[in-house]
């Protein structure tokens, strides 16, 4: 299947994304970044052309999910993360599910972000006519992609 054709030049943009972390939404994010790869190694064997005969199906290894939010935006977050735990304070072990969204026409995308953590929180200030933001760092056990992942799903999802 080819690339859409866009109409009146509408592509995926900042205005087409819509972001929901512990099923709650949030509008306050300024940027995130999330990735995934496959640890592969080259399998080799006593041949005379020493190219490889073969490749080892990996380790699936997620990224760090980065996430800047408006300073009232990560409050509101971690405000319900703290909800969900036991003691209604600590929330480094608080798993919940993430999500990105791109709408911008009838068939939106979605990127789900699977068995997420909170694991940091960084806080900045400078002067200037700029919002505070703050730095929330999260872990993530898995990344589907419209439902296509990098790791094997007829093994078991991890």
């Known amino acids: 299947m080819t690339d859409a054709l866009r109409i009146n030049g509408n592509a995926y943009g900042w205005a087409s994304c819509l972001f929901k972390f512990a099923n709650e939404r949030y509008s306050g994010v300024k940027s995130i970044t999330y990735g995934d790869k496959l640890e592969t190694a080259m399998v080799y064997g006593s041949n005379r052309h020493g190219a490889p005969v073969g490749q080892t199906g990996g380790k699936y290894v997620p990224d760090e999910v980065k996430v800047v939010m ?4 990560a409050k509101a977050f971690v405000a319900a993360l703290a909800r969900l735990s036991p003691d ?13 969204q791109f709408v911008e026409d009838e068939t939106p995308h979605t990127h789900l972000l699977h068995r997420m953590r909170l694991v940091g ?6 002067e200037g006519s700029e919002a505070a933001y703050d ?8 990344i589907e992609r419209d439902g296509v992942t990098l790791y094997d799903q007829s093994r078991g999802a991890p």
């Open 70 to 73: 408006r300073r009232d935006s």
């Open 121 to 126: 929180q960084t806080a900045s200030l400078e």
């Open 135 to 142: 730095e929330l760092t999260m872990t993530t056990q898995g």
């Open 88 to 100: 209604g304070k600590s929330v480094g072990r608080v798993g919940f599910e993430g999500v990105v």
